[in-house]
């Protein structure tokens, strides 16, 4: 099976829902696994001791297709680390979008840095509408196929999983118009402002 570390790419790190799956994931790892936040300033730290895992997991969500500045950070200081031969780099990636295909473009970011780094992609999981999912009667899905992206792991495979709210756009667009509004009127804040250009007030 191997020593396995997540690395939380988030910039909300404790904050954020990569967090929540994370701790998802941990539910169905058979040992505890090691965790480290990619805002951490302890890089050196961990990695003097990075060769004892066999997995690496990168967990985070999608930012402008792509993926967040500090997981970028974290994977060009871990090129200049030498890693055990048998490492494999699993990853999660979670998005706001309806549709799981909207996080390829980041998957193949990664697919790209095992391949110059001469490392093996191993197991995959694409979740979208993944701000809300949690939050609703369909979390359900999300451990359901969280389970079996730890038996792949643990079977060796190389697979991409996805999950997702069976919505229809038209749901889903007023789902999360809804969610924003919700969430402006937490921090006093109008569908109007919302709308607008202003920034803080400027």
């Known amino acids: 099976m191997g020593k396995l570390l997540i690395v939380n790419g988030s910039p909300r790190a404790e904050k954020s829902n990569s967090k929540k799956y994370a701790e998802i994931f941990q539910s169905f790892w058979p040992e505890k696994a090691d965790t480290y936040s990619a805002v951490s300033q302890k890089s050196h730290a961990l990695f003097s001791h990075i060769q004892q895992y066999e997995h690496l997991l990168f967990v985070f969500p999608l930012y402008t297709d792509a993926v967040p500045a500090v997981l970028l950070s974290f994977l060009k200081e871990l090129e200049t680390v030498p890693l055990a031969k048998s ?116």
């Open 87 to 202: 490492v494999k780099i699993h990853v999660i990636i979670n998005c706001g979008f309806l549709e799981p295909k909207q996080n390829e473009v980041a998957l193949s970011i990664l697919r790209y840095f095992c391949k110059k780094n001469h490392l093996v992609f191993g197991m995959a999981l694409g979740i979208a509408t993944g701000e809300a999912i949690l939050a609703t009667p369909f979390a359900f899905l999300v451990r359901r196929k969280m389970k079996k992206f730890v038996k792949g792991i643990l079977a060796g495979k190389s697979e991409t999983l996805t999950t997702a709210m069976p919505l229809s756009k038209q749901l889903f667009l007023k789902a999360s118009a809804q969610y924003w509004k919700n969430y402006g009127k937490q921090f006093h804040t109008s569908e109007e402002e919302m709308r607008s250009l202003k920034i803080e007030g400027e």
